[in-house]
């Protein structure tokens, strides 16, 4: 195995920083243009990924789908595909130019998203979102390296917080224009129009996006040559080195046990608040993407914020940071799930919509800086793997399979107990997070010696 093989030692990497750090001060040249439109691409990703659970009263009017369908729609189908091809794509990104890929995936799952609109079947709808989710599995892993390619170590869990911005914006867009176009015209003419966005956006990503150089941007001249002129690392390596190294996967199956809580929210919300709180398509639009777009935005970049203050006195902060959150969410989610009407029930969403996403900045930056450069896209595409197939694959599918089994003695309220069910899942997100915050300090004390 080679020098590039090897991981990054945490307890160097994550300890105060060193005189070199004036070596790597300032963000490369563009980053900060890169960083706007990879996070524009980003919420295209994500709206485009949540018009189906915006618009499913709409849809489940004319296609006659039930919610455990819709689940599995939105789950476990365009995870399946989304997950899996991720990993060929991490592999081919660490080897090529990696703007080139993204530009590529964006037309792809926006093409595929105007498709969505062209069905008139479930299974012709189910094929469109699988193809949407084999173009997106190539959006983010290579975003994920280019940002830690373009920002130093002490400005990458901002960066990465300000680009992991793109979901909430992504949500709140989606919310507004998805919930208006279908209120006017129709829920086809959503899709359609929206998807359009996306292919003019992936041209966007080619004309004005730069690869920089692996690597260049780390702690001097011998980082420099380790990522950017050694021969990248083999697959099976970085495969192997991500599983069997506690901290990477801890962090994969904390994040991939609250995402099976926030992706199973974010697919029935809409649903939820129009079926059984009373709200309008209408009023979706307006209220439930003012809270999505600011409360959702605040909890990421609240949290990348917090670990580059944090993880400089200790490496724990990126377990206990989302682990705190989550404990201080519970309450609220349940007020959310009991209130009886939708501005009762937004007031209290707002608090866990805020407190839930604390997880994804220090997760996404603990793998770009716990690995080598070369290693970046392929841990990345690992670590979105675990947490994709966990959350997105199975959350969405279980809360659609447990309304449809409380439907029939409970048919008024029966997403309201399905979402009851999701308190054990915080908990369990908690203790995974704990135990990775053990991890980190075994790993720190051992990198120290």
């Known amino acids: 195995m080679g020098a590039c093989d090897e991981p990054a030692p945490l307890g160097t990497i994550l300890s105060p920083r060193a005189p070199l750090a004036a070596h790597v001060a ?24 949540q018009l189906l659970s915006i618009l499913a009263k709409p849809i489940q009017d004319e296609l006659r789908v039930t919610d455990g369908q819709l689940g599995r729609i939105s789950g476990f189908y365009f995870a399946l595909f989304y997950c899996l091809i991720a990993i060929p794509v991490g592999w081919l990104a660490d080897r090529a130019n990696r703007v080139r890929v993204l530009s590529f995936a964006c037309a792809l799952w926006s093409a595929a998203t105007v498709a969505c609109g062209l069905t008139s079947s479930y299974p012709q709808l189910v094929l469109a979102r699988m193809a949407v989710g084999v173009g997106e599995a190539g959006g983010v892993p290579p975003s994920y390296a280019l940002i830690s390619d373009y920002f130093p170590s002490g400005q990458r869990g901002t960066a990465l917080g300000l680009y992991n911005l793109g979901p909430p914006i992504g949500q709140a867009l989606g919310v507004a224009f998805g919930a208006s176009i279908a209120a006017a015209y129709s ?7 929206l998807g359009t966005v996306g292919i003019l956006a992936a041209l966007v990503v080619l004309v004005f996006v730069r690869e920089p150089t692996r690597g260049g941007v780390d ?70 993407a003012l809270l999505i777009g600011i409360a959702i935005s605040a909890g990421i970049y609240t949290s990348g914020r ?63 800086e ?78 120290s010696r």
Request: aromatic content about 14%; overall charge positive; glycine content about 6%.
């Open 370 to 447: 716990a690995v080598q450069p070369r290693q970046r896209v392929l841990s990345g595409a690992l670590l979105l793997l675990v947490m994709n197939l966990i959350g997105l694959g199975l959350g969405p599918t279980y809360l659609g399979a447990a309304s449809d089994h409380f439907r029939s003695g409970h048919p008024a309220n029966s997403l309201q107990l399905a979402f009851y069910t999701l308190v054990p899942f915080y908990f369990l997100a908690v203790a995974l997070f704990l135990a990775l915050a053990r991890a980190l300090g075994d790993e720190a004390r051992n990198g």
């Open 187 to 193: 829920w086809r003419t959503a899709f359609v129009s």
């Open 26 to 49: 300032r963000p490369g040249r563009g980053a900060w243009i890169a960083l706007a439109i990879l996070c524009f691409v980003y919420a295209l990703n994500f709206l485009d990924r």
């Open 306 to 368: 917090l670990i580059d203050r944090l993880t400089p006195i200790s490496s724990k902060a990126y377990a206990y940071v989302p682990a705190l959150a989550l404990l201080l969410a519970i309450p609220f989610f349940v007020g959310f799930a009991w209130a009886p009407r939708w501005p009762a029930a937004l007031a209290f969403l707002a608090v866990p919509t805020f407190l839930n996403y604390f997880y994804l900045s220090p997760a996404v930056a603990l793998v770009q």
């Open 219 to 288: 702690a001097g001249p011998g980082a420099l040559q380790s990522g950017a002129e050694a021969a990248p690392p083999a697959f099976r390596a970085t495969c192997r080195m991500f599983f069997v190294r506690r901290v990477l996967l801890l962090v994969a199956l904390a994040s991939g046990a609250t995402q099976f809580v926030t992706y199973a929210v974010l697919n029935f919300t809409t649903l939820f608040l129009m079926r059984e709180k009373g709200m309008t398509l209408n009023e979706v639009a307006l209220y439930y």
